[in-house]
């Protein structure tokens, strides 16, 4: 969740209190996938995977 405006302005993250419910639900989403991911690889694995911003990204 990043508030910004405009092509050059910097990205910065909202404070939770900021987020809309969507957001909120995303992040919960989020969370229980990286916790899903991480029980299911080893700790170096789980690293690299989380360094990715996509799923396609090596």
């Known amino acids: 969740m990043m508030a910004g405006t405009g092509d050059n302005s910097r990205k910065v993250p909202k404070l939770e209190d900021q987020w809309t419910s969507d ?3 995303a992040a919960t989403r989020n969370g ?3 916790n899903a991911i991480y029980a299911a690889v080893m700790a170096d694995e789980f690293r690299r995977i989380s360094n990715c911003e996509v799923a396609k990204e090596e």
Do not use: Q
Request: glycine share 0%; no cysteine.
């Open 32 to 34: 229980k996938a990286f």
């Open 23 to 25: 957001e909120s639900e």
